[in-house]
């Protein structure tokens, strides 16, 4: 049986289903991220969009990127900071967290716990933008996005 076809699938409360594979986040040398893993918990051509949980070892981090797709995001365990345009926020279980098309964003998990997400996109997305060294530049004139980049 398929995990499409799988009705039900339990968890072991620490981010891992029955029967869905852990995949590498993206290919190494691909883009900068640190200590982070995905599972695509639902990808039914029906629904017209994905769900996939994302967890980042303690001190690891996504890549910062933006794309023409919006994200929503619900934290399920650890804490950490994310970063939306030029916001920084600190997120904890249960916080939400939406991303317009074409917004810098990138997550960071506290040092001493995992940050363990939910994220829905579209199922047919574009690929990620990493930012130019100007546009890095850029971002980085504001103090605390320029504190959050560094990770601390």
Request: aromatic residues 8%.
């Amino acid at each position: 049986m398929t995990q499409e076809q799988k009705r039900f699938r339990t968890t072991d409360g620490a981010g891992r289903w029955e029967d869905v594979p852990v995949l590498n986040y993206k290919s190494e040398g691909s883009a900068p991220f640190k200590d982070i893993t995905r599972q695509v918990l639902f990808e039914t051509p029906e629904l017209g969009c994905e769900l996939r949980y994302f967890e980042i070892a303690p001190g690891g981090h996504s890549t910062l990127e933006r794309h023409a797709h919006v994200h929503a995001v619900m934290i399920l365990r650890g804490g950490g900071q994310c970063l939306v345009g030029s916001e920084v926020r600190a997120v904890a279980a249960h916080d939400l967290v939406s991303i317009p098309p074409m917004t810098w964003h990138q997550f960071r998990a506290a040092p001493d716990a995992p940050l363990g997400f939910l994220c829905m996109v579209n199922r047919e997305r574009d690929k990620p933008q990493l930012p130019t060294a100007e546009e890095l530049e850029a971002l980085r004139r504001d103090t605390v996005v320029a504190r959050f980049l560094r990770g601390h």
